[in-house]
């Protein structure tokens, strides 16, 4: 089955600073966005079957999923939010092996913990890269999550668009020579594109009234990005509608919060 959308990287169990766990990871949160802008979403991850199957059973009439099994799930454990987040990675699943055999439109390689494969085979007709997971380093003893620099090695063998934090900028030097459209996002602050035939151009972002929750919001963002490129959008037209996404996601709680079509629409343009 050819898929329009197919993330591969950890779906993630994150444990709050309330004690609760609820599903996370990009490849989570980003299928989740694409689905709900009514592409068909596949997720390929790692861990044990039962968990990840009862964390993401509120969402299976959304997505598919492939699972390799593991001895455990990747699981963090986050507090704070934007700049003073903080997290300790509590157990990972391993790396995500061999490399996957894809049908998709859209593959976003969407490591959290250093576990997708540089390669793959098949068919992908636009490949999308969030590399935070390729910069972070877990090896403190208790777990607490460093970034390092992404070494060249690390990167994919092709990327078409990538989209990083401000925060994770000065580790991916790398990335940023390869040519690809890079999407910065700043939290309130304007969202920079760098593209390799161009100045950069910076996009104001949608106001958020009350911000209730902003983990997955850059997931969400990449995810709408992806699409919309893919889709045949600009790059300014595809991060306003990205822009208009996380807007809609930080205005809730939780994956529950990421929006259809119609209300991303309706936020695209409200930015000041």
Same mark, same amino acid.
């Not at 976003?108 to 494969?117: G, I, K, N």
């Given at each position: 089955?050819?898929?329009?959308?197919?993330?591969?990287?950890?779906?993630?169990?994150?444990?709050?600073?309330?004690?609760?766990?609820?599903?996370?990871?990009?490849?989570?949160?980003?299928?989740?966005?694409?689905?709900? %802008?009514? =592409?068909?979403?596949?997720?390929?991850?790692? /861990?044990?079957? #039962?968990?990840?199957?009862?964390?993401? &059973? *509120?969402?299976?009439? #959304?997505? @598919? %999923?492939? %699972?390799?099994?593991?001895?455990?799930?990747?699981?963090?454990?986050?507090?704070? =939010?934007?700049?003073?987040?903080?997290?300790?990675?509590?157990?990972?699943?391993?790396?995500?092996?061999?490399?996957?055999?894809?049908?998709?439109?859209?593959?976003?390689?969407?490591?959290?913990?250093?576990?997708?494969?540089?390669?793959?085979?098949?068919? +992908?007709?636009? $490949?999308?890269?969030?590399?935070?997971?390729?910069?972070?380093?877990?090896?403190?003893? !208790?777990?607490?999550?460093?970034?390092?620099?992404?070494? &060249?090695?690390?990167?994919?063998?092709?990327?078409?668009? +990538? $989209?990083?934090?401000?925060? #994770?900028?000065?580790?991916? @030097?790398?990335?940023?020579?390869?040519?690809?459209?890079?999407?910065?996002? !700043?939290?309130?602050? *304007?969202? #920079?594109?760098? @593209?390799?035939?161009?100045?950069?151009?910076?996009?104001?972002?949608?106001?958020?009234?009350?911000?209730?929750?902003?983990? /997955?919001?850059?997931?969400?963002?990449?995810?709408?990005?992806?699409?919309?490129? +893919?889709?045949?959008? !600009?790059?300014?037209?595809?991060?306003?509608?990205?822009?208009?996404?996380?807007?809609?996601?930080?205005?809730?709680?939780?994956?529950?919060?990421?929006? !259809?079509?119609?209300?991303? =629409?309706?936020? $695209?343009?409200?930015?000041?």
């Amino acid at each position: 089955m050819r898929f329009d959308y197919t993330t591969v990287g950890h779906v993630t169990a994150d444990v709050m600073a309330d004690g609760t766990r609820r599903p996370g990871g990009s490849a989570f949160y980003s299928a989740l966005q694409a689905a709900r %802008l009514g =592409k068909r979403a596949l997720i390929r991850t790692r /861990g044990v079957a #039962e968990e990840i199957e009862r964390l993401l &059973a *509120p969402f299976a009439g #959304e997505l @598919a %999923l492939e %699972l390799q099994e593991a001895p455990c799930t990747t699981s963090f454990q986050t507090s704070g =939010k934007g700049r003073r987040r903080s997290q300790r990675v509590l157990s990972w699943a391993g790396p995500i092996e061999p490399e996957p055999l894809v049908d998709t439109a859209v593959l976003h390689l969407a490591p959290v913990a250093r576990e997708t494969p540089a390669a793959w085979s098949g068919e +992908a007709s636009f $490949v999308g890269l969030t590399p935070q997971g390729l910069v972070r380093d877990w090896s403190e003893p !208790d777990g607490s999550v460093v970034l390092r620099p992404l070494r &060249a090695s690390q990167l994919p063998e092709r990327v078409d668009a +990538a $989209v990083l934090s401000v925060i #994770e900028r000065a580790c991916c @030097a790398a990335l940023l020579d390869t040519g690809a459209l890079v999407a910065v996002t !700043d939290e309130a602050a *304007p969202t #920079e594109l760098l @593209a390799p035939d161009g100045d950069p151009i910076l996009l104001a972002v949608p106001a958020v009234q009350r911000l209730r929750d902003d983990i /997955g919001a850059g997931d969400v963002f990449a995810a709408a990005f992806f699409v919309a490129l +893919a889709d045949g959008e !600009d790059a300014s037209a595809a991060a306003a509608f990205a822009n208009a996404a996380a807007a809609v996601r930080l205005s809730g709680e939780g994956p529950d919060a990421i929006g !259809d079509r119609a209300s991303i =629409k309706a936020r $695209v343009g409200n930015s000041g």
